[in-house]
């Protein structure tokens, strides 16, 4: 009796997850298109795609001679979205209007840190997205992707290098592609270097992995593989089906990054999605998709051959939405945790890894990962620790840690739940401001290796 009970509502809480994410998804799609319809119906849409491109036009053109403001590039997390997506919906929620030069790039929203790492270093440089061959016979995929005819900062070198700001997974895509640099891993591109990147900044950045992806269904005793009912499950065949069919509407709005696995019905046919379906192909069969690296051992296979750079600036808020009650670990603010993250956050502040499987390194303790913003655990948002703690410093105010010094994680804890600062402005309230000014003004004032000469707007 007591395991029907707890198989019951363990089928609960997978419909009510499911339901809620559904929910806001359908909530995030409809406003695009509305937003989209909105704009045609006032005879705007057109006029306003011709100014977008006239302003990325100028963008690119300026940064082949303006060597003295280096870009700003943002880097979405998981289920994210760069500008061109979900029509004019913003995931950094209007951030990138405070600086007349970022860019927000457009990566798989669910694909692996390496394949976004990848596709992130071509959108800037410019040419076709090469995964490199020895990995894509191995996870099963085309070596070749999207093609960039004019790269966003083509210039982008160690004389003219970039400031990256990464939110959530984003952080990690940054991390991999300044290893890449440094390995010269790009073939074509042998010059390349990890001075190429001027400074990090990670916003709720998942350097350590979560406890998350186990509630989510990956099995906690290997990081890769999935519980067989789970709410991650349910997304893969929706993925799947998503890929499958192929409809330019939904695709034009949203797309998960796939497209380099080949899977639709156009390519694969009826046979390849029973194939994909039965767990024999495709991303969710190869691991080369991003929950994987999401888990604690996932992390800590990325973070054993990532390095923090002598020249480079490293900064990260880690974000929280609980507090200590008659020695419970609780959410802090109920009316201030979106109803996506709520249960996440409960679930979180009192996981307890399984008694039955070791833990995933040495020296473990569940109360450790009890603190967390719905989506990511705090301690593993504040540096990367695992499986080699790196050079860092906690800050209370920015003025502690200036004048910066390269090579430091700099880190501060910051009250708010995993999508505070993104996609909606109005629940951060004056946060918004105070996290993104900060975050600007101190890659303009205070991250660079020679005095920038900065225009009479940012003065």
Not at 48 to 73: A, K
Not at 99 to 109: A, F, N, T, Y
Not at 421 to 446: L, M, P, T, W
């Amino acid at each position: 009796m007591f395991r029907f009970s707890v198989a019951a509502l363990q089928l609960i809480e997978l419909f009510t997850s499911s339901l809620v994410h559904l929910l806001y998804g359908f909530y995030i799609f409809s406003s695009a298109v509305a937003g989209d319809l909105s704009n045609a119906l006032n005879g705007l849409f057109f006029k306003s795609n011709v100014e977008q491109s006239i302003r990325e036009e100028q963008f690119i053109r300026s940064s082949v001679s303006d060597n003295d403001l280096p870009p700003i590039v943002l880097v979405h997390g998981i289920f994210g979205f760069g500008k061109g997506r979900l029509g004019g919906l913003s995931y950094f929620a209007g951030a990138e209007k405070k600086d007349e030069k970022v860019l927000v790039p457009d990566l798989g929203s669910l694909t692996s840190i390496y394949d976004r790492a990848r596709e992130l270093f071509y959108y800037l440089k410019g040419g076709q997205v090469d995964y490199g061959e020895e990995h894509s016979k191995a996870c099963g995929h085309s070596q070749f992707g999207r093609t960039y005819e004019q790269g966003h900062f083509p210039i982008w070198d160690e004389d003219h290098p970039i400031h990256f700001v990464g939110h959530s997974a984003g952080a990690q895509v940054i991390r991999v592609l300044q290893q890449m640099l440094a390995d010269k891993a790009f073939k074509g591109h042998e010059n390349t270097s990890e001075s190429w990147v001027l400074s990090v900044t990670s916003l709720s950045g998942a350097f350590n992995g979560t406890t998350r992806a186990y509630l989510d269904g990956m099995q906690p005793d290997d990081g890769k593989s999935m519980k067989p009912i789970c709410l991650l499950q349910l997304l893969r065949v929706g993925v799947i089906l998503y890929d499958w069919m192929d409809i330019p509407f939904l695709k034009y709005y949203y797309n998960f990054g796939f497209d380099h696995f080949n899977m639709s019905w156009k390519q694969s046919g009826i046979w390849g999605l029973v194939d994909c379906l039965a767990g024999n192909s495709g991303p969710f069969a190869s691991g080369d998709w991003i929950l994987p690296d999401l888990t604690i051992q996932g992390a800590m296979r990325l973070n054993s051959r990532l390095n923090t750079f002598p020249s480079t600036y490293y900064f990260s808020y880690a974000t929280k939405r609980t507090k200590k009650f008659m020695g419970f670990t609780v959410p802090s603010n109920i009316q201030g945790v979106h109803p996506l993250l709520f249960i996440r956050v409960l679930q979180m502040s009192q996981w307890k890894h399984p008694p039955d499987v070791p833990p995933p390194f040495k020296g473990y303790r569940d109360e450790d990962w009890w603190d967390n913003d719905g989506a990511l655990n705090t301690i593993s948002m504040t540096h990367p620790r695992l499986p080699i703690e790196h050079p860092n410093r906690f800050v209370v105010e920015d003025s502690e840690c200036q004048p910066l010094q390269t090579g430091i994680w700099y880190y501060k804890i910051v009250e708010g739940d995993h999508i505070l600062f993104i996609v909606n402005r109005e629940r951060a309230g004056v946060q918004f401001d105070v996290i993104y000014d900060s975050i600007f003004e101190r890659c303009r004032k205070h991250a660079f290796r020679k005095v920038p000469t900065m225009p009479d707007h940012v003065q």
